[in-house]
């Protein structure tokens, strides 16, 4: 059976938790207000240093100019009431002193002036192009169903993901945030071809390595192919393998939006989430599997 035909739209609330599910009902979910808050479990640590950075950005690029400054008017000033002849002396230790310090003043000054002219590119958020999707394998476990909202909540509240693809098994076990809009243009979204994206060299190396591959601008690699569900504009990617048996694709809306601590949180959240699905395989039905 097709991974395609497997997964259903469901009725979604954000921020909500599954319900207890209907038998007459097995892919269809409704969720109750017992995540108002958000997310409230353990959250990767913040760089503190790395934002006050980005944050003063002006200030910092200026802070070699005004060390510069201070120490050449210092050495300028000590020189003036020292009583030392205005013309630098070889045979006097000061001089020298002197010397050095005015040499490291103006190197201060001109790595401040190189790095107020030379500027990275501006990287902004950018709105992805889609449609929402909200789909989950069929005849899931409950228990598993509530580990991959609990993935996708944890996951989009604390970085800059907009769109989450969990295959394993060559199953798409859940497909939701903002998805490619399909070529008929009627709302719906791209279907993940599961067969078709683990075969492919993206998945194939992750799983074969069992590395985490970050692709910080997505645009830049020919790669991208391979993902048609995600937005045409997604910026940028993370694939966290999930075992030998699958892998969870990550989309951001920001270039290098993913942070090394970002990184970290996300393949913690991985392995939990294998071993989760390695103690669920047996009890998945069989119409979640080809």
């Given at each position: ?28 979910f409704k969720v109750s207000s017992n995540l108002e808050g ?180 997505l645009s830049l690699y020919p790669g991208r192919s391979e ?15 999930l075992g030998d048996k699958g892998v969870a694709i990550i ?40």
């Open positions: 059976m097709g991974a395609s035909s497997l997964l259903t739209p469901i009725p979604w609330k954000p921020k909500h938790v599954i319900r207890t599910i209907l038998p007459h009902v097995p892919s269809c958000g997310y409230k479990g353990p959250k990767p640590k913040k760089e503190w240093i790395s934002n006050w950075v980005l944050n003063n950005d002006e200030t910092v690029r200026s802070l070699p100019i005004y060390v510069g400054g201070v120490s050449l008017a210092v050495v300028l000033f000590n020189r003036t009431i020292s009583g030392i002849a205005p013309v630098a002396d070889a045979s006097s230790s000061q001089s020298r002193a002197d010397l050095l310090t005015l040499g490291l003043a103006v190197t201060n000054i001109l790595t401040g002036l190189v790095w107020l002219s030379i500027r990275p590119k501006s990287v902004s958020i950018v709105n992805p192009r889609g449609v929402e999707c909200r789909r989950i394998c069929s005849n899931l476990p409950h228990s598993l169903v509530s580990e991959l909202v609990w993935v996708w909540e944890s996951v989009s509240d604390v970085t800059c993901c907009r769109s989450l693809v969990i295959v394993y098994n060559s199953d798409c076990l859940i497909q939701i945030g903002i998805a490619a809009e399909s070529s008929t243009h009627n709302g719906e979204a791209v279907s993940v071809n599961a067969a078709k994206l683990v075969q492919g060299s993206l998945c194939q190396g992750v799983i074969k390595s069992g590395a985490q591959s970050y692709l910080a601008n993902l048609p569900f995600l937005p045409s504009n997604t910026q940028a990617v993370i694939l966290q393998p989309g951001g809306d920001t270039i290098r939006g993913f942070t090394t601590s970002d990184q970290a949180w996300i393949t913690l959240i991985g392995e939990k989430l294998e071993a989760t699905l390695s103690k669920c395989s047996d009890s998945i039905p069989s119409t979640a599997h080809h």
